[in-house]
């Protein structure tokens, strides 16, 4: 009760005295005559957009800001993009703005005026992806594949160096892992896409929850009064095939706006997998082939209407469903130290696999006064649900395939449903010293697990309930921030933040009738510095502490079986780890950047395969075993070798050093991680692109676990017809199938184990992509308040 008196006292801090406006304007034009409905923004020097309009019949524009330091950028389709640095310190008048044309011939190639593919940011890399072809007619996920210092590797998304990340749509945090994150980003259109933040240390802002910083999709959006529609289709061809079609509309008119979207996909996709353990009395080697459906739907409706010229409400909700399903063939043998077969198991199996999820929210945004205090409040509901039923048989036979008996037989059925209530405010507060933001948010989380087994070994089911399960966990958090940045002069840049959270956890089981209780209160505080030399040097330091917390469904401590010889199970007595990042950045001429970064993990927690020599069983469970030092060196480099041709490069260096904080029957082992990419694209004509790709990982080992090489090579091909109205793009991905997880190998208990896992990475895609209505819409996304819960629903 305390700890709640004290953040409900910290979170009502006092507003300080007002300042002033300042009077600026200006006019748009081009070479010939004045330009309507430009956008007109104005960033502050931590680069979050403050205010913006669009200005008039005559090209005019006007809006009042406190003094300080800022930046206008203005846009307009067809026209090359604007930007300028400027020191408001009376009120001013920019005088005529000329913007040119975007394109010019040159022969016949024409080349298109366009953003730089990489910006550096004070707390944040800005990857601008319109360039990239292979990112056409594909999905968000596809896109942050694609991203600098980004890679995508067996359902994680994670930032080199750091670990794995949390994603935000438009600071939106996405509360999903694994799968279903995955799922969720393959439903957005990677079209609609106007940049990718990747953020390694996240301000104060943010939920502390992740090691891996975060990355932060931003949606494009244009200008006021007018439609838009695209409609996208594409087929991938792998060893099946997959459709998808989506379709996204915007509307926005005088004070109302509207968007609503609907994602269809179908199809089915293979994943090969083998597995050798390596166990006293002989090898057993296992081998498995998936025929999974490719299968989900998912929509979203966003509403907002303006009240005032301060005042905005707004609703939206999301729905995503997906429909896994899959059947399994399994192939076990096992052999004698002589490497002779003695025995043949072949498990077949079908598992009926579904998960959902809506997402409500209200949200209500105000300006308090003309200093641009601006206050916003969100309500959000999220409900998740997902359910496994798994029925399988294995039987077992000699090395000739006589059958001998029933190895196992059962059905293994598991259900969740997690219940999110969340609230949250946000207030900023410019000052005349600094720009000031605080905030608070508190959660409200209910999650009810099921686990039931049935051994149908004799041909009737019958209930174990030694192997049945209920588990209910959960979990309260109260969490306030304040954060503050300054741009002391032209060189200098400094913002501070902290954030307080307050957690408060319980995990019941009423098979093992075992209760887990956990309370806690943490600091995490965040630094950023940056210096500019001069126009072509800059520096930046930063610093940030985090925390990662276990998803809901790793606490349950009861076992499901993947087949006859292996079950996985989780562990109520898991704990979060926690970690400090530190990051020394240098831009030149913002085309080459190294960046020197180190990630400290204290309580680290993972993945342990570990086996029972006895009966030659692998088990898989979840442990705090360790802590590290995560560091490295990177180094990126954007060229221009030609008019037609562009170049984004990166190359890191990678290294770990890894203790075990718990009796693991292991040694740690680590080296060094060479991490290479380049993406070229090349301007064939007016209307014609190519991309080729090439990204190469080498084996490294990183305390329990030692990882086999990684590749792509990947070619795409866009052509656009009637003035960029119909796109047609082609994607062959992977072409050499190499870029699956490889020879991962792990030594528990004197059992070696070596595992591979191939799951559709080589594929070729055709997309169509159409667009109608009026192309400059403006459509403001909305950020959820309950996205750090619903991250840790994935499985």
């Known amino acids: 009760m305390k700890k709640a008196n004290l953040l409900i006292f910290l979170v009502l801090p006092l507003f300080c005295f007002a300042q002033s406006k300042l009077r600026l304007k200006g006019k748009i034009t081009s070479e010939t005559t004045s330009l309507e409905w430009a956008d007109v923004s104005i960033t502050n020097s931590e680069g979050k957009i403050i205010d913006g309009t669009t200005t008039k019949q005559d090209g005019s524009f006007e809006m009042n800001l406190k003094n300080g330091f800022y930046k206008i950028g203005i846009n307009l389709l067809g026209f090359t993009d604007y930007e300028k640095d400027f020191l408001l310190e009376k009120d001013t008048d920019l005088g005529i703005i000329i913007l040119k044309e975007n394109t010019t011939k040159l022969g016949e190639v024409v080349i298109q005026s366009k953003k730089k593919t990489i910006e550096q940011k004070t707390d944040r890399l800005v990857y601008n992806l319109e360039n990239n072809v292979t990112t056409t007619g594909g999905d968000a996920l596809s896109a942050i594949n694609t991203a ?14 750091k670990g794995t990340s949390r994603v935000m749509i438009d600071g939106r945090l996405i509360e999903l892992t694994g799968e279903e994150l995955n799922n969720f980003l393959k439903s957005i259109s990677a079209g609609d896409i106007k940049n990718i933040e990747i953020i390694s240390n996240p301000p104060a802002k943010y939920e502390a929850d992740g090691t891996g910083g975060l990355i932060n999709i931003i949606m494009k959006k244009g200008v006021r009064d007018s439609w838009k529609n695209t409609t996208t289709a594409s087929y991938d061809q792998n060893k099946y095939g997959v459709y998808t079609l989506r379709n996204n509309f915007f509307y926005n008119k005088n004070k109302f706006r509207f968007s609503a979207s609907v994602n269809g996909k179908t199809g089915y996709k293979n994943a090969d997998e083998s597995l050798k353990m390596y166990f006293p009395d002989g090898l057993s080697k296992m081998s498995s082939t998936t025929k999974v459906k490719d299968e989900n739907l998912s929509g979203k409706l966003a509403l907002d209407y303006d009240f005032s010229k301060s005042t905005t409400i707004g609703f939206q909700f999301l729905n995503d469903r997906n429909n896994p399903d899959f059947g399994s063939d ?8 002589q490497n002779e077969l003695k025995d043949v198991t072949l498990n077949k199996s079908f598992t009926d696999k579904g998960s959902k999820n809506q997402t409500y929210n209200a949200h209500l945004i105000t300006k308090l006064d003309s200093l641009n205090r601006k206050l916003s409040f969100d ?7 997902s359910k496994f039923d798994r029925d399988f048989i294995a039987n077992n036979y000699t090395p000739d395939m006589q059958f001998v008996d029933v190895n196992q037989a059962g059905r293994n059925i598991s259900n969740q449903d997690i219940d999110n209530w969340s609230f949250k405010a946000d207030m900023e507060h410019p000052l005349k010293a600094l720009n000031l933001s605080y905030g608070a948010k508190m959660s409200f989380t209910n999650s009810v697990s099921d686990v039931l087994f049935y051994n149908n070994t004799t041909g009737t089911p019958e209930l174990d309930p030694n192997q049945s399960n209920r588990f209910k966990y959960t979990e ?63 520096f930046s330091l930063n610093y940030g502490k985090r925390i ?14 993947i ?14 780890s926690f970690s400090d990042n530190f990051e020394l950045s240098h831009s ?110 080498t084996p490294f080992k990183n305390g329990l676990y030692e990882v086999g090489y990684m590749s792509s090579f990947d070619i795409g091909f866009k052509q656009d017809f009637l003035n960029k109205t119909l796109q047609v793009a082609f994607l062959a991905n992977d ?45 403001k996304e909305r950020n959820f308040g309950n996205q750090e819960e619903r991250k840790r629903t994935g499985n």
């Open 148 to 161: 600098p210092g980004v890679v995508v590797k067996n359902d994680l998304i994670m930032i080199l160096g």
């Open 330 to 337: 399994i192939r076990i043998e096992k052999y004698n130290l």
């Open 379 to 385: 309500v959000d509901y999220f409900n998740y649900s």
């Open 476 to 538: 309260n958090n109260q969490a306030i921030y304040i954060n503050g940045d300054k741009k002391i002069n032209e060189k200098w840049n400094l913002q501070m933040g902290l954030r307080i959270e307050n957690t408060q956890t319980s995990g019941f089981s009423e098979t093992l009738n075992q209760e887990n209780v956990n309370d806690y209160l943490k600091l995490f505080p965040t630094f950023y510095a940056s210096y500019k030399k001069n126009e072509n040097n800059s």
């Open 548 to 561: 990662n917390r276990p998803r809901f469904d790793l606490l349950n401590p009861f076992k499901v079986y």
């Open 563 to 576: 087949n006859s010889n292996s079950y996985s199970e989780g562990n109520p007595f898991l704990r979060p």
């Open 588 to 697: 030149y001429k913002e085309i080459l950047r190294t960046s020197i970064f180190m990630n400290v993990i204290t309580n680290g927690y993972g993945v342990v395969f570990t086996s029972i020599p006895e009966t030659n069983t692998q088990i898989i469970t979840r442990e705090n075993y360790f802590k590290g030092l995560n560091y490295g060196l990177g180094e990126s480099y954007s060229a221009g070798f030609s008019d037609w041709w562009q170049s984004e490069n990166s190359l890191y260096f990678l290294g770990s050093k890894t203790e075990f904080i718990k009796d693991i029957n292991a040694t740690p082992s680590n080296s060094l991680q060479i991490d290479f990419s380049t993406n070229n694209t090349f301007i064939l004509g007016k209307t014609t692109k190519l991309q080729i790709d090439f990204s190469y990982s």
């Open 735 to 779: 072409i050499f199938n190499t870029s699956y997880l490889k020879d991962f190998v792990s030594v528990v208990n004197g059992v070696k184990q070596v595992y591979s896992q191939n799951e559709s990475n080589r594929f070729v895609r055709l997309s169509v992509v159409y667009n109608f209505g009026n192309k400059k819409i403006n459509v």
